[in-house]
């Protein structure tokens, strides 16, 4: 079953309370206690604003994945319910970012003690792959969606998201339709 992530741009006001959670919530105490830090800031869903509207950036965890079909390394794996990262095997060719179709995913340098070679120059550093996991190591589910202030932002299984599409298609299609006096 494929779930994900789906903003309602309508209601979005572009507070970016979703980044700020997802960031803390990704952040573990090894990192330090300076959460907002832009070393330590890195959220997995990115508000953008388009013309009056906001809306979000989000990995869709597509079924097809092309993000791990581009991962040489499996670093990217499509798992059983989202596109699972296995950082310890990122080269950082970044094929990945070529193939995401949304711009959600973003390689970050950490510095590591074990010598790694990555594709970028013989430098040594470890990758850290951000991109959503839906907060699987939350019971609650991706703390964005918990913690909007305008519910702006809904998860959503492949059955629910089939059932929104079909309910926005009508209502756009009546929006448009003109109407005929008799």
Do not use: W
């Amino acid at each position: 079953m494929n779930s994900q992530i789906v903003i309602d741009s309508k209601k979005c006001i572009g507070c970016k309370t979703c980044e700020v959670v997802c960031s803390v919530g990704h952040t573990s105490e090894k990192d330090g206690n300076d959460f907002l830090n832009k070393k330590n800031f890195h959220p997995r869903i990115r508000i953008i604003k388009l013309m009056h509207q906001f809306t979000a950036s989000v990995c869709h965890q597509c079924e097809d994945a092309p993000c791990a079909q581009a991962c040489q390394t499996k670093a990217l794996v499509r798992g059983e319910n989202f596109v699972e990262t296995h950082p310890e095997n990122c080269i950082g060719c970044r094929a990945c970012l070529l193939a995401c179709p949304f711009g959600a995913i973003e390689l970050e340098k950490k510095a590591h003690s074990v010598p790694t070679y990555c594709l970028d120059l013989g430098q040594q550093f470890q990758i850290d792959i951000v991109k959503c996991d839906l907060c699987n190591h939350r019971e609650q589910g991706p703390a964005c969606v918990e913690f909007c202030p305008q519910d702006a932002l809904i998860f959503v299984s492949d059955n629910e998201l089939s059932q929104l599409t079909a309910e926005r298609r009508k209502n756009s299609i009546l929006r448009e339709l003109p109407t005929i006096p008799y």
